[in-house]
């Protein structure tokens, strides 16, 4: 009888750890092979040559041969890496148009809307896969009257993207793009992503929670796999009115 080889020894062994700990549905920490290790992830199911992880209320398969290792003890974020197992194509873009309102009504009191349209220009790699753009618009109002500050409002696309607190926080921002739940591009389109050149592309900010205040300006932000790929800051210029005044960064007091 042959004697089994010490790779298939391994996979033997990853296979039944992580059945093990599955049959428990208890979340704990999956290194893979490239470094990468997810803490608070579950393994949903494992077939012949890929496994199917649960974090953040998402599901996504994976190559078997891609894992490492699995432990039912939940790693820190500052000890899990917490990046995406898998290989992405970076990629730059182009904000193409703007259009904002004056306010978040018009005079019908009908809700506003922002509409940005850009494109996507992918660097040269052999990855296929795209992380979705993350989008940040950041609104600075009017005020009421002379005893309070101008509001600041953030809208995020998609919803997702909305990271944790009520501040401008960079730090908080970064944790949600490199989320398990954040939407990738080439996972069932392969056609769409073979194209170089991603244009044509839009996103709508509903602007309700803004009312009928007056708009003084906005900044953009839009990431990519891991940093900011576009930016745009403009005043919005009113009819009458002398030209608006506004502070550096103003968007960092949000």
């Not at 900010?205 to 007056?214: A, N, P, V, W």
Request: glycine share 6%; proline share 4%.
């Amino acid at each position: 009888m042959p004697t089994p080889s010490k790779k298939a020894i391994q996979l033997a062994a990853i296979i039944f750890v992580a059945c093990f700990c599955a049959s428990f549905a208890r979340a704990g920490t999956i290194a893979f092979k490239d470094g990468t290790v997810l803490s608070d992830a579950e393994i949903v199911s494992i077939s012949e040559d890929s496994i199917v992880i649960m974090k953040d209320k998402t599901k996504r398969s994976f190559p078997l041969k891609s894992l490492k290792s699995y432990s039912q003890t939940d790693l820190s974020s500052k000890i899990a890496s917490e990046e995406f197992p898998d290989e992405f194509c970076d990629y730059s873009v182009s904000i193409l148009d703007v259009k904002m309102p004056k306010s978040g009504e018009n005079k019908d009191g009908q809700t506003e809307q922002c509409e940005m349209s850009y494109s996507i220009s992918k660097h040269p790699d052999k990855a296929k896969k795209l992380k979705m753009p993350y989008f940040y618009l950041y609104v600075l109002t009017g005020r009421d009257n002379e005893a309070e500050n101008r509001k600041i409002y953030r809208f995020c696309y998609p919803d997702q993207a909305k990271p944790k607190g009520s501040n401008y926080d960079l730090a908080a921002t970064m944790e949600k793009v490199s989320g398990f739940d954040r939407p990738i591009w080439g996972e069932e389109d392969q056609a769409f992503m073979h194209r170089q050149e991603l244009g044509g592309k839009k996103v709508k900010f509903d602007l309700k929670k803004i009312g009928e205040r007056r708009i003084l300006a906005y900044r953009i932000e839009v990431w990519g796999s891991k940093d900011i790929v576009a930016e745009k800051s403009e005043t919005v210029q009113h009819l009458g009115l002398e030209q608006i005044k506004v502070a550096s960064k103003w968007w960092e007091r949000y």
